[in-house]
C-alpha cells in the first residue's frame, strides 16, 4: 500500500470511529433519557387515572345516595312499592326518569328479595330476581366495573351499590356509568391511551404487570369485574385499565437521530477524506517528485535539479539530495577528467604508434635515399621519384591520422562568447529553411557566455531544430530567449528555447535525452543526447519541461564569461533554476 | 267525560229524528235504512254540533297528504280528510250498521248476487252538477281516476247504470247483506277535471294553493284547509285545517292550540289529564301487535289450524306493565285467523333466504345470539320486544323464558336474545329476507280489506310460505294453507285516544276507525 492510501486510512480512521463512538452513545443515552420520561409519564397517568376512576366512583355512589332521599320522600313510589295498580306504571317508569335526572348510564331498583322493580336501562326487566349484582358491588373495594344486561344485549358499567328505605321497605339501587371507548378516552391524556382489557382479553392485551412490551410502555390497574357467567348468574372477576403509552414517539426521535448521526459521520467521513486527501497530496508531492527526480539521476545525468525553497523535513531531503547531486556532478567531473587523462595516454600510445607507423616508411625511404646519394648519386632522382610515393602516401596517412585525431579530441576552447549573435544567426537560419514562426528574446544587457563557440553553435542548431520539427503541420511558433540569472551578479545565463508543437509525455519527457531514443521518423535519436553532452562539457546545465499538446520548454544554463576565472564546474546553483 | 258520552246517542237519535223530516230525496221503495249513527259511535259533545257552524277547528293528522292520491287514501292522514271531501254509496259505522251515502237505498236480488243502489235525488258534484249512474261506474272502473279498488278476490261481474240514477252491481258470490265493501273509501265517487283535487260530492272543498293550476307534480302536503261551501249551514265546522306536524311531541300539538288529535302517546294521555280544556276519548281497539314468527322453525308448534297461544301471565305482564299505552291482552280470534276466503299471492321465491339462513345456520349456531325485531320508531314495539327479551333472562319467571325461547327459530337454553331496533325502510328489509329470528309488528284490529292487508303481509314476509310445499310458493294461494295463526302471535291489543279541545264539534266514528265530521253525512246534515 502507497504511502499516500495508508494516510488516507489512518485518517478515515481516526476520524469515523471517534465519531461513531460519540454518536452510538448520544443515542443510546437518548434513548435512556426518553424512555425514562415515558416511564414517569405513564406513571403519572395511572395515578390521575387512579383519581378520575374513583371520582366518577365517588359521583355515582352521591347520586345513588341522592335518589335514596328522593325515593323516601316520592309518595307515589311509596304506593306503588306498597301495591298501588294506579302507581305501578310510576313505580316501572320511576328508575328511567331518574336515569335522565342523575346522568347515570345504569340504574336498577331491587326489592329485598333481589327483585327489579324498576330499571332505567332496561325498562321491562321488570320482575326479574338478580340478587346476586348487588351482593357482589357491595363486597367490592373501590370502583368496579360490572356488565350490565340490556335490550340490547349488554354494555359495561362503573357501578356501585346503595340503598334507602321507603316506607317498611328497603330497597337496593344500583346505578352507574357507562364504560365504553368514550370513557376510557377521556380518561385518556394526549398520546397516553388507556383501554379496559377485560379478563378474557387480558391476555390478548399483551402480559400481565408493567413496563415496556413491545412499541410500548404499559401500566396496568385491576379492577373489580363483575359478569354473567354462563348461567346468567353474575359473578366477580378482575378486569385491567391498561394505560398504555406508545413508543412511537421515541422510535420517531431515535430514527431522526439515527438519520443526523449518519449525516454527521458521513460529513465527517468525507471532510476528513478530503482533508486527508489534500494532506497526502501535500506531503506525498514533494517526495514523488523527490522520488521521480532521484530514479532519473545518474553519472551521465548529473543535471537534475533538486532545488526546494521549503522549510520543512521535504525542504531538507530535497537540498541534502542536491548537494549529493552537486557532490556526485562534481566527482563524475573528476572522473571524466581521469578517464580523459587515461584516454590521452592511451591516444598518446595509439598516436605514438600510429605516427611510428606513418614515419617508419618515411625514414626507410630517407634511409634509402641517403644510401643512394652516399652510393650512387647519379641515381638519386631516379631513386626520389621511385619512393616519392611512398612518401606521399605515408604523408598522407598521417594526415588523415592528424584529422582523425582533431576529431576525437573533446578539448573545448573556452572563451567569451556572443550568445546573442550565435542565437540570432542559428534562428534565422533554421527560420529560413521554414514556414515557422521564430522569436527571439534577448535581455538588454546580456553578458557573454563561457563557452566553445563551436560547441554553443551546435547546441543552438540541436535544439532548436527538435523544436522546429516538433511543430504540427510546420505550423507554430519558435521562441529563443536568454537572460542573466542570480540578478545582477550574472554567473548564469539561461538560454530557453520553447515551443508549441506536440509536447512529449511525462515517460517520453524522461527519455528524452537517452542516446538513441527518439519520437521522429527517421531520427538517430542522438541530438538531445549530443546537446546534453555539449552542454555538461561546458559545465552548464539542462532541463526540460513538457506536456503532450502544450509545447516543450529547453532551457539551458551556461557560465557567464569571467575573464579572471579559469572555465571549469561552478560551485552552487543558480538561484533561478528550477 | 262519561257524561258526554251518555249524552251522545241521545243526541243522535234525536238528530236523526230531525234529519228525517228535513226534507231530501223521496224515499224509494223499499225505504231505505233510518241514517242513524249508532249512538256509541259520536265522540265528542253532541250539543256542539248545532251551535258548531261557524267554528274553524284544527285537526292534527299523523301523516302528510297527497292530493294526487284523492279520492283513495292511501295513508290515515288521507282516510280522514278525503272522507269529508268525498262520499261512497253506503256508510258503515263504528256499531256495524250500514247507513246510506250517496245511494239513499240498495236492494239485493238474485239471492244476493245483484245490488242495486238508488242514487240520492240532490246528490250533487262540487260543481253542482248532479251524481249520475254513470259517474259511479266511471269513478269504479277508472277513467280519469286512479288507484286500485278494494273489490277483493271477488271482484263484480257488472256493473250497469239504470237511468241516472240506479246503479246494478253484480257478483259471482252472493252476499246475504249488502257488501261493505260499497263502503270503502276505494269506491268514492269523484271526477277529476284538471285540478288539484279531484272533484268530491261533499259540501267542503279544499283550498287550493294562490300558484297550484293542476295537480300534475302535486306534492304531498302538511297542511290542507277544508272551506264549507254549501249548500246550507254545515252542522260540523265551516272550517277544517288539517296539519301535520313531522317529529313533534303530541304535548306541543296542545299546547300550539290543536282542536283535535289522535294520539296513542301516555305522555300527552297524562299531559291532556292536567288540563282542563280537553277531553281524551278512547277510540276502538284498533291494533293488535303481534310476534311474527315462523312455525315451522320453532318447537312446540301446535297442531296445525290451532293459533299459538301466550301465557296469561305473559300476556298480562305485556299489557298491563310493559307497554306504556292503553293496551289489554288479545281476545278472541284475531281476524287473520278467519281469513279462509283470501286468496294470497307469494313472491317469487318466498323463503328461500329465510330457509337458508334459519334451517341450519352456522351463524346463529355459533353466536347464539337471536334477535328480535322492531320498528324504532313505534315506542310500543319497543317495549314489547324489550320485554320478551327480559324474560329470557335469568331471574325470569322458567315458564315464561321457557315460552319466548320456544317462540324464536333455533333458541337454546344458552341462547341470547336481544332486541334490535330498525329504521322503517331497514326494518323493512329486515323482514322481507328474515334475517331476524322475529318481528313484533303491528296488525290493524279491523281491516277494511282484510284479505289486501294480508296479502301486504304476506307480500312483505315471503318466508311466511316456507310451509307451503315448493311448487305453491309462487302463485296465488288460500291464506288457509299458510295457516297463519301459527306464525302470528299475538301481544297485546292498543287502541288510540281522541284528545278534543273543549267546545269543539263532535265527530263520527266510521267503520274502518275513521273519524268524520257529520256535515259529510248527507243524514246528519241540516240542509
Same mark, same amino acid.
Given at each position: 500500500m502507497?504511502?499516500?492510501?495508508r494516510l488516507l486510512?489512518?485518517?478515515?480512521v481516526?476520524?469515523?470511529l471517534p465519531v461513531a463512538v460519540?454518536a ?8 435512556f433519557?426518553?424512555?425514562?420520561q415515558y ?6 397517568l ?6 378520575d376512576?374513583?371520582r366518577?366512583?365517588r359521583r ?6 341522592s335518589?335514596?332521599a328522593a325515593?323516601?320522600?316520592d309518595?307515589?313510589?311509596?304506593l ?5 295498580e294506579?302507581?305501578r306504571?310510576?313505580v ?10 342523575t #346522568? ?5 331498583i ?6 327489579i322493580?324498576?330499571s ?7 320482575g326479574r ?7 357482589l358491588l357491595s ?5 368496579? @366495573?360490572a356488565?350490565v344486561?340490556?335490550p ?8 356501585r ?12 339501587? @344500583?346505578g352507574?356509568v ?6 376510557t ?7 397516553l391511551?388507556v383501554?379496559?382489557?377485560?379478563p378474557?382479553?387480558?391476555v390478548d392485551?399483551g402480559?400481565l404487570?408493567?413496563g ?5 410502555i404499559?401500566?396496568?390497574?385491576p379492577?373489580p ?13 378482575t378486569a385491567y385499565i391498561?394505560?398504555?403509552h ?5 422510535a420517531t426521535?431515535?430514527?431522526?437521530l439515527d438519520l443526523?448521526l449518519?449525516?454527521a ?7 476528513g477524506?478530503?482533508?486527508?486527501m489534500?494532506?497526502s497530496?501535500r506531503v506525498?508531492?514533494?517526495l514523488t ?7 532519473r539521476?545518474d553519472l551521465?545525468?548529473l543535471d537534475v535539479e533538486?532545488?526546494?525553497d521549503?522549510?520543512?523535513?521535504v525542504?531538507t ?5 542536491g548537494e ?6 562534481a566527482g563524475a567531473?573528476?572522473l ?14 595509439q @598516436?605514438?604508434?600510429d605516427?611510428?607507423?606513418g614515419?617508419?616508411p618515411?625514414?626507410n625511404?630517407?634511409r ?11 641515381d638519386?632522382?631516379? @631513386?626520389?621519384g621511385?619512393r616519392?610515393?611512398t ?6 596517412y598521417?594526415?588523415d591520422?592528424?584529422a ?5 579530441s573533446?578539448?573545448r576552447a573556452f572563451e ?7 542565437a540570432?544567426?542559428?534562428?534565422r ?8 514562426k ?10 557573454q557566455?563561457?563557452a #566553445?563557440?563551436?560547441a554553443?553553435?551546435?547546441i543552438?542548431e ?12 510546420g ?9 542573466p540569472l542570480?540578478?545582477?551578479?550574472a554567473?548564469w ?5 520553447? #515551443? #508549441?508543437?506536440?509536447g512529449?509525455a511525462?515517460e517520453?519527457l524522461e527519455?528524452?535525452s537517452?542516446d ?11 541530438g538531445l ?5 555539449l552542454v555538461m562539457d561546458?559545465?552548464?546545465?539542462m532541463?526540460?519541461e513538457?506536456?503532450p499538446g502544450?509545447?516543450t520548454?529547453v532551457?539551458?544554463d551556461l557560465?557567464a564569461?569571467h ?8 560551485a552552487?546553483q543558480?538561484s533561478?533554476?528550477g | 267525560m262519561?257524561?258526554?258520552k251518555?249524552?251522545?246517542?241521545l243526541f243522535? +237519535?234525536l238528530?236523526?229524528a230531525?234529519?228525517?223530516g228535513c226534507?231530501g230525496?223521496?224515499?224509494?221503495a223499499?225505504a231505505? !235504512? ?8 259520536w ?5 256542539q254540533v ?5 267554528q274553524?277547528?284544527?285537526f292534527?293528522?299523523?301523516?302528510p297528504?297527497d ?8 295513508s290515515?292522514?288521507e ?5 269529508h271531501l268525498?262520499q261512497t254509496l253506503?256508510?258503515v259505522?263504528?256499531a256495524?250498521?250500514v +247507513?246510506p251515502? +250517496?245511494a239513499?237505498?240498495?236492494t239485493?236480488?238474485?239471492? $244476493?248476487l245483484?245490488w242495486?243502489f238508488?242514487?240520492?235525488e240532490?246528490?250533487?258534484?262540487r260543481?253542482?252538477s !248532479?251524481?249520475r249512474a *254513470?259517474d259511479?261506474? *266511471?269513478?269504479?272502473?277508472?277513467g280519469t281516476l286512479s $288507484? ?7 271482484p263484480?261481474?257488472s ?7 240506479r246503479? =246494478?252491481v253484480?257478483?259471482s258470490?252472493a252476499?246475504?247483506?249488502v ?6 273509501p276505494g ?6 277535471e ?8 261533499t259540501?267542503?272543498r279544499?283550498?287550493? !294553493?294562490?300558484?297550484? /293550476?293542476? %295537480?300534475?307534480?302535486a306534492?304531498?302536503?302538511d297542511r290542507?284547509?277544508?272551506?264549507w261551501?254549501?249548500?246550507g249551514?254545515?252542522p260540523?265546522?265551516?272550517?277544517i285545517?288539517?296539519?301535520?306536524q313531522p317529529?313533534?311531541d303530541?304535548?306541543d300539538l296542545v299546547?300550539q292550540?290543536?282542536d283535535?288529535?289522535?294520539s296513542?302517546?301516555?305522555s300527552v294521555l =297524562?299531559?291532556v289529564?292536567?288540563?282542563?280544556d280537553y277531553?281524551?276519548?278512547?277510540l276502538p281497539w ?6 311474527l ?5 320453532t318447537?312446540g308448534?301446535?297442531?296445525a $289450524?290451532?293459533?299459538?297461544?301466550i301465557?296469561a301471565?305473559?300476556?298480562r305482564t305485556?299489557a298491563?306493565e310493559?307497554v306504556? /299505552?292503553?293496551?289489554?291482552?288479545p281476545?278472541?280470534?284475531?281476524w287473520?285467523e ?5 286468496f294470497l299471492r307469494?313472491?317469487a321465491?318466498?323463503?328461500v333466504g329465510?330457509a337458508?339462513r334459519?334451517?341450519?345456520s352456522?351463524?346463529v349456531e355459533e353466536?347464539r345470539t337471536?334477535?328480535?325485531?322492531f320498528?324504532s320508531d313505534?315506542?310500543t314495539a319497543?317495549?314489547?320486544?324489550e320485554r320478551? &327479551?327480559a324474560?329470557?333472562?335469568?331471574g325470569?319467571a322458567r315458564g315464561?323464558?321457557e315460552?319466548v ?5 333455533q ?6 336474545v336481544q332486541?334490535? %331496533?330498525h329504521?322503517p325502510?331497514?326494518?323493512a328489509r329486515a323482514?322481507?329476507e328474515?334475517s331476524?329470528a322475529?318481528? &313484533?309488528i303491528a ?5 277494511s280489506?282484510?284479505c289486501?292487508?294480508?296479502?301486504n303481509? &304476506?307480500a312483505s314476509a315471503?318466508?311466511?310460505?316456507l310451509?307451503? !310445499? ?9 291464506a ?7 306464525s302470528?302471535?299475538s301481544l297485546?291489543?292498543?287502541?288510540s285516544r281522541?284528545i278534543?279541545r273543549g267546545g269543539t264539534p ?5 267503520g274502518?276507525?275513521?273519524l268524520?265530521y257529520?256535515?259529510?253525512s248527507?243524514g246528519v246534515?241540516?240542509?
Amino acid at each position: 500500500m502507497k504511502f499516500r492510501g495508508r494516510l488516507l486510512l489512518a485518517f478515515v480512521v481516526a476520524v469515523i470511529l471517534p465519531v461513531a463512538v460519540f454518536a452510538l452513545g448520544i443515542r443510546r443515552q437518548v434513548a435512556f433519557e426518553l424512555a425514562h420520561q415515558y416511564e414517569e409519564r405513564v406513571d403519572a397517568l395511572v395515578q390521575i387515572v387512579h383519581e378520575d376512576l374513583e371520582r366518577v366512583d365517588r359521583r355515582v355512589s352521591q347520586r345513588l345516595v341522592s335518589l335514596g332521599a328522593a325515593l323516601a320522600e316520592d309518595n307515589r313510589f311509596r304506593l306503588g312499592i306498597q301495591g298501588a295498580e294506579e302507581q305501578r306504571a310510576y313505580v316501572l317508569d320511576y328508575a328511567e326518569r331518574a336515569l335522565s335526572l342523575t #346522568d347515570l348510564s345504569m340504574l336498577q331498583i331491587q326489592d329485598p328479595e333481589g327483585r327489579i322493580v324498576s330499571s332505567g336501562h332496561f325498562r321491562n326487566e321488570f320482575g326479574r330476581l338478580d340478587p346476586e349484582l348487588p351482593r357482589l358491588l357491595s363486597g367490592g373495594v373501590g370502583p368496579t @366495573v360490572a356488565r350490565v344486561r340490556s335490550p340490547e344485549g349488554g354494555f359495561l358499567a362503573l357501578a356501585r351499590v346503595d340503598s334507602c328505605r321507603v316506607g317498611r321497605t328497603w330497597l337496593k339501587l @344500583v346505578g352507574g356509568v357507562t364504560v365504553d371507548a368514550g370513557f376510557t378516552e377521556r380518561l385518556s391524556r394526549g398520546d397516553l391511551t388507556v383501554l379496559l382489557a377485560l379478563p378474557a382479553e387480558a391476555v390478548d392485551s399483551g402480559p400481565l404487570g408493567s413496563g415496556v412490551v413491545g412499541e410500548s410502555i404499559t401500566e396496568r390497574i385491576p379492577l373489580p369485574f363483575i359478569s354473567p357467567g354462563p348461567d346468567g348468574v353474575p359473578r366477580a372477576d378482575t378486569a385491567y385499565i391498561v394505560v398504555r403509552h406508545s413508543l412511537s414517539g421515541l422510535a420517531t426521535v431515535r430514527r431522526s437521530l439515527d438519520l443526523w448521526l449518519l449525516v454527521a459521520i458521513l460529513v465527517a467521513t468525507a471532510l476528513g477524506l478530503l482533508l486527508a486527501m489534500w494532506l497526502s497530496f501535500r506531503v506525498s508531492r514533494p517526495l514523488t517528485e523527490l522520488a521521480r527526480k532521484t530514479s532519473r539521476i545518474d553519472l551521465d545525468r548529473l543535471d537534475v535539479e533538486f532545488s526546494s525553497d521549503r522549510r520543512d523535513e521535504v525542504g531538507t531531503l530535497a537540498r541534502f539530495l542536491g548537494e549529493m547531486t552537486e557532490r556526485l556532478r562534481a566527482g563524475a567531473a573528476k572522473l571524466r577528467e581521469a578517464e580523459r587523462r587515461l584516454a590521452v595516454g592511451e591516444l598518446a600510445r595509439q @598516436v605514438n604508434h600510429d605516427l611510428k607507423n606513418g614515419l617508419i616508411p618515411i625514414r626507410n625511404v630517407l634511409r634509402h635515399l641517403a644510401q643512394v646519394n652516399r652510393e650512387r648519386p647519379e641515381d638519386l632522382s631516379f @631513386v626520389f621519384g621511385e619512393r616519392k610515393g611512398t612518401l606521399d602516401s605515408s604523408l598522407e596517412y598521417l594526415g588523415d591520422l592528424a584529422a582523425n585525431y582533431a576529431r576525437l579530441s573533446p578539448a573545448r576552447a573556452f572563451e567569451a562568447c556572443d550568445l546573442a549573435a550565435i542565437a540570432t544567426e542559428v534562428v534565422r537560419g533554421e527560420g529560413s529553411a521554414s514556414n515557422v514562426k521564430t522569436e527571439v528574446r534577448l535581455e538588454p544587457d546580456l553578458p557573454q557566455v563561457s563557452a #566553445d563557440p563551436v560547441a554553443l553553435r551546435r547546441i543552438l542548431e540541436n535544439v532548436v531544430r527538435n523544436a522546429v520539427e516538433s511543430l504540427r503541420g510546420g505550423r507554430g511558433t519558435v521562441t529563443v530567449a536568454a537572460e542573466p540569472l542570480d540578478g545582477g551578479s550574472a554567473r548564469w545565463v539561461r538560454i530557453t528555447i520553447r #515551443d #508549441d508543437g506536440c509536447g512529449m509525455a511525462e515517460e517520453q519527457l524522461e527519455r528524452a535525452s537517452d542516446d538513441f531514443f527518439t519520437t521522429k521518423q527517421g531520427g538517430t535519436g542522438l541530438g538531445l543526447s549530443i546537446v546534453r553532452r555539449l552542454v555538461m562539457d561546458l559545465h552548464g546545465r539542462m532541463s526540460l519541461e513538457s506536456r503532450p499538446g502544450q509545447g516543450t520548454t529547453v532551457r539551458v544554463d551556461l557560465p557567464a564569461w569571467h575573464p579572471d576565472e579559469k572555465p571549469g564546474p561552478l560551485a552552487g546553483q543558480p538561484s533561478g533554476a528550477g | 267525560m262519561t257524561s258526554r258520552k251518555a249524552a251522545a246517542p241521545l243526541f243522535s +237519535l234525536l238528530l236523526a229524528a230531525l234529519c228525517a223530516g228535513c226534507g231530501g230525496p223521496s224515499p224509494p221503495a223499499p225505504a231505505p !235504512p233510518a241514517p242513524v249513527y249508532s249512538p256509541e259511535c259520536w265522540i265528542g259533545d253532541p250539543s256542539q254540533v248545532v251551535s258548531s257552524g261557524a267554528q274553524a277547528v284544527r285537526f292534527a293528522l299523523p301523516g302528510p297528504v297527497d292530493p294526487a292520491h284523492a279520492p283513495f287514501p292511501r295513508s290515515p292522514s288521507e282516510r280522514i280528510v278525503f272522507r269529508h271531501l268525498y262520499q261512497t254509496l253506503i256508510r258503515v259505522d263504528c256499531a256495524g250498521a250500514v +247507513l246510506p251515502g +250517496l245511494a239513499a237505498s240498495w236492494t239485493g236480488s238474485d239471492g $244476493g248476487l245483484t245490488w242495486t243502489f238508488l242514487l240520492r235525488e240532490d246528490a250533487r258534484f262540487r260543481d253542482g252538477s !248532479p251524481v249520475r249512474a *254513470a259517474d259511479v261506474i *266511471a269513478s269504479w272502473t277508472g277513467g280519469t281516476l286512479s $288507484g286500485d279498488r278494494p273489490w277483493g278476490p271477488d271482484p263484480p261481474e257488472s256493473l250497469t247504470a239504470l237511468g241516472d240514477r240506479r246503479v =246494478r252491481v253484480t257478483f259471482s258470490r252472493a252476499s246475504a247483506d249488502v257488501p261493505a265493501v260499497f263502503a270503502d273509501p276505494g269506491l268514492s265517487v269523484a271526477r277529476r277535471e284538471g285540478s288539484t283535487w279531484a272533484m268530491g260530492t261533499t259540501g267542503y272543498r279544499a283550498d287550493a !294553493p294562490a300558484n297550484e /293550476a293542476t %295537480g300534475s307534480g302535486a306534492a304531498p302536503r302538511d297542511r290542507v284547509t277544508l272551506s264549507w261551501l254549501g249548500p246550507g249551514i254545515p252542522p260540523g265546522p265551516e272550517r277544517i285545517q288539517f296539519e301535520f306536524q313531522p317529529a313533534s311531541d303530541a304535548r306541543d300539538l296542545v299546547d300550539q292550540g290543536f282542536d283535535v288529535l289522535v294520539s296513542r302517546d301516555v305522555s300527552v294521555l =297524562r299531559y291532556v289529564l292536567e288540563r282542563t280544556d280537553y277531553d281524551s276519548w278512547p277510540l276502538p281497539w284498533d291494533r293488535t301487535y303481534v310476534l311474527l314468527v315462523h312455525a315451522l322453525l320453532t318447537e312446540g308448534t301446535p297442531e296445525a $289450524g290451532s293459533p299459538r297461544g301466550i301465557p296469561a301471565s305473559v300476556a298480562r305482564t305485556l299489557a298491563g306493565e310493559a307497554v306504556r /299505552a292503553e293496551a289489554r291482552p288479545p281476545r278472541g280470534p284475531r281476524w287473520w285467523e278467519r281469513a279462509d276466503g283470501c286468496f294470497l299471492r307469494l313472491p317469487a321465491g318466498a323463503g328461500v333466504g329465510y330457509a337458508a339462513r334459519w334451517a341450519r345456520s352456522p351463524e346463529v349456531e355459533e353466536s347464539r345470539t337471536l334477535r328480535i325485531a322492531f320498528r324504532s320508531d313505534d315506542p310500543t314495539a319497543r317495549d314489547l320486544s324489550e320485554r320478551l &327479551v327480559a324474560l329470557t333472562g335469568p331471574g325470569s319467571a322458567r315458564g315464561e323464558a321457557e315460552w319466548v325461547r320456544r317462540q324464536l327459530p333455533q333458541a337454546a337454553e344458552d341462547s341470547r336474545v336481544q332486541a334490535l %331496533g330498525h329504521g322503517p325502510s331497514a326494518f323493512a328489509r329486515a323482514l322481507g329476507e328474515g334475517s331476524e329470528a322475529a318481528y &313484533v309488528i303491528a296488525l290493524p284490529d279491523r281491516p277494511s280489506a282484510p284479505c289486501e292487508e294480508l296479502g301486504n303481509l &304476506v307480500a312483505s314476509a315471503g318466508w311466511l310460505g316456507l310451509r307451503l !310445499p315448493g311448487p305453491e310458493r309462487s302463485g296465488i294461494v288460500p291464506a288457509s294453507r299458510l295457516d297463519l295463526g301459527q306464525s302470528l302471535v299475538s301481544l297485546v291489543q292498543t287502541r288510540s285516544r281522541l284528545i278534543l279541545r273543549g267546545g269543539t264539534p263532535p265527530l263520527l266514528l266510521e267503520g274502518d276507525g275513521t273519524l268524520v265530521y257529520p256535515a259529510t253525512s248527507p243524514g246528519v246534515g241540516t240542509r
